[in-house]
């Protein structure tokens, strides 16, 4: 069974005025659906076909770079596309909400500190809020299409909010304003999504 990008849960223009239509439409419409199709290509015929993405990123080998940069891409895109919605924003409460507090300090330091990640990324990259076995949480940024799933990274745990900041996420609507990019991502992040990752992973 070959991989096929989940269908998204919103309109193209429903980010909107966040994300812009026409980036929704070249980001899934393009660049999303070239890594899946090169994805399926580069696993067709080798003992990784039929291999949960989870599984072939947990055990990556990382020279094998057309595995490593669609695999990736395919993944660390279907994470970011379930973490924003059109009625997200504000702040997560319940447990994650705590685990926040308690890890950051809070909420607005978290936000601070994800925000440098993400600008601090030189390139292009992902910044990542991922969970460790017992719940505690850590912020962190990866090259590419590199994700905390993949071994030796320098950035562990499982990925609960990814944050896209190659420039086809923004460049149309922020051109270098990588910032405000990251600023109104927070306008839309689907808080319930990332509690339910969060209680299903820690
Ligand atoms: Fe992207």
Redesign the pocket.
């Known amino acids: 069974m070959a991989f096929e990008q989940p269908k998204l849960k919103y309109a193209f223009d429903a980010l909107e005025p966040n994300i812009d239509k026409e980036t929704m439409e070249i980001?899934y419409g393009k660049?999303?659906a070239g890594y899946t199709k090169k994805l399926n290509a580069a696993v067709e015929g080798t003992d990784l076909e039929g291999k949960t993405i989870e599984n072939i990123l947990m055990n990556l080998d990382k020279s094998n770079s057309a595995v490593r940069n669609n695999g990736g891409?395919f993944f660390?895109?279907n994470l970011?596309w379930e973490v924003m919605s059109p009625d997200g924003g504000g702040k997560p409460s319940g447990e994650l909400g705590k685990a926040i507090e308690d890890a950051f300090g809070s909420f607005d330091a978290f936000k601070e500190e994800f925000a440098k990640a993400a600008a601090g990324q030189f390139g292009s990259g992902w910044a990542w809020l991922c969970v460790h076995e017992g719940g505690k949480l850590e912020i962190c940024s990866t090259p590419n299409q590199d994700n905390p799933l993949m071994p030796g990274i320098g950035c562990g745990g499982t990925p609960i909010l990814g944050l896209?900041v190659?420039e086809?996420?923004y460049y149309l609507k922020y051109q270098n304003k990588r910032p405000e990019y990251i600023d109104s991502f927070f306008n839309v992040i689907d808080w319930e999504e990332v509690a339910s990752k969060y209680a299903k992973e820690k």
């Open positions: 980001h660049h999303h891409g660390n895109h970011f896209d190659w086809h996420a």
